[in-house]
């Protein structure tokens, strides 16, 4: 290993990147870091944390009129949108030193530059410096993928809108998964005029159909808007900043502040360098890898959303941990992809893991659904109509739990010690032998009839 300058060279230092170095450095490697933008990637700068502050911030629409019933008056409560933004732009900071710390405590050199690969052992770095590596880690990650058509260019996407001069008073978001609905519900809390324009009939798709539509129905209810089989066809920019909307052919368009692409995100493999070492991608332009997360140049790995795996930021910290187990650790490992809970952070969010009932029904045929429909005390005292779902997918002849599926207040927090026995393969039993938590929303699981 002398031979090289290091023995990794990481190129992206987000999640999985960042995983990576420290345990390999941990093991007594040689480890170098390059970062064009921020320490910490996308789930940190401009991804899940500062959309989950935003979350926050604007369900207090909801806590506020709430609170009414409970015995609370507000006086003059107004919202100031900088206020919010820049302490959650603060907290990156914040998180922006303390991935930066730690990787420096172990050791890790950071390289804040764009870095692209020169060879199987070589990296250039923007600086025109070309370092050698025994190892090169790609990790950097995904990126917004915006459509194109006349005045796309006009679109935010999801790393701007923390960014915004001002709360915008109408905005429109392209797409149907979870970036859409959660913004979607972000915007509205925070009192905007929101319509989500999706080209297909069908949001959040991969997840249960009971819970979109329970989604769906709440949001409607709640003001946003929704146009489905919709496309757009341009958008104008007017003096004011204002944006002209054109969609569906239509002669007269629909203004908005702001226009949020929201359809999907794609490996962030531009300039990259690939074809300098000959590292192969799929069509969808992912880094192919194997279990091991090698490419097919021996020496070349990728983790996390630049690969065509999950793109979910704690199996990128998982595929990190097992890179470095593998390759300076003598203990090789792979992540196990199967029962990955996941959550959207729509209000009312929404939380899943294992099989829903289409996916179940095609795989095992005989199934039994348990279903619990119910409004949270919490939203039955301050007269919210509001109601939530829980579903138990089961296989029939072995009770195993195969996927449970929930919406509703809490649910992402709710569901995360449940995952955990959908994994272990336990049983609806299991659950029903478990006396209930009461009086909490999480009793539902053990009283599934």
């Known amino acids: 290993m002398s031979d090289y300058d290091y023995d990794l060279f990481v190129i992206g230092a987000g999640s999985g990147g960042t995983r990576a170095a420290r345990v390999s450095a941990s093991y007594g490697a040689k480890v170098a870091v390059a970062e064009e933008y921020r320490v910490g990637g996308t789930c940190v700068i401009r991804g899940c944390v500062p959309k989950k502050m935003l979350v926050y911030g604007s369900h207090f629409s909801e806590d506020l009129e709430d609170g009414k019933n409970f015995g609370w008056t507000w006086d003059n409560a107004q919202f100031d949108w900088v206020t919010l933004r820049d302490k959650i732009l603060a907290d990156v900071d914040r998180l922006n030193n303390a ?28 600086s025109g410096k070309i370092v050698t590596a025994k190892y090169i880690l790609i990790a950097t990650g995904a990126w917004p993928d915006v459509p194109e058509f006349p005045g796309s260019e006009y679109m935010s996407t999801s790393n701007e809108m923390f960014h915004l001069d001002k709360l915008p008073e109408t905005v429109i978001i392209s797409g149907g998964g979870y970036i859409a609905n959660e913004f979607a519900g972000i915007f509205n809390g925070l009192g905007s005029e929101v319509t989500v324009v999706n080209r297909s009939d069908v949001i959040l798709r991969g997840y249960d159909e009971s819970l979109r539509d329970r989604l769906l129905q709440i949001a409607l209810t709640k003001g946003i808007m929704y146009k489905f089989n919709c496309t757009f066809d341009k958008i104008e920019k007017r003096e004011d900043g204002s944006l002209d909307v054109y969609m569906d052919g239509k002669t007269r368009p629909v203004q908005a502040d702001v226009v949020l ?60 941990q097992a890179f470095a187990d593998t390759v300076f650790g003598d203990n090789p490992r792979t992540v196990d992809y199967q029962c990955i809970p996941s959550a959207v952070f729509s209000q009312p969010p929404i ?14 045929g005989n199934i ?18 509001e109601r939530s779902l829980y579903k138990m997918i089961v296989e029939h002849q072995s009770g195993k739990i195969l996927g449970l599926h929930m919406i509703g207040p809490d649910a992402p927090e709710i569901l995360q010690a449940a995952a955990i026995a959908v994994k272990a393969g336990l049983t609806k039993q299991a659950f029903d032998d478990t006396v209930a938590l009461h009086p909490s929303m999480a009793e539902e699981l053990v009283l599934f009839k």
């Open 368 to 385: 039994k659904v348990y279903s619990s429909d119910f409004r949270a005390m919490r939203n039955v005292f301050a007269d919210r109509h």
């Open 261 to 320: 692409a929201a359809t999907g995100r794609r490996p962030k493999i531009d300039g990259l360098g690939l074809e300098n070492a000959g590292v192969k991608i799929n069509e969808k332009d992912a880094i192919i890898v194997d279990d091991y997360s090698r490419t097919n140049v021996e020496n070349i790995y990728a983790v996390g959303d630049v690969t065509d795996r999950v793109q979910l930021t704690p199996v990128a910290i998982r595929e990190g």
């Open 351 to 364: 939380a899943s893991v294992g099989l829903t009932e289409g996916e179940a029904r095609n795989q095992y």
């Open 99 to 126: 991935y930066t710390d730690t990787l420096k405590n172990h050791d890790v050199e950071i390289l804040l530059e764009r870095a692209e690969i020169a060879g199987p052992h070589e990296v250039k770095l923007a």
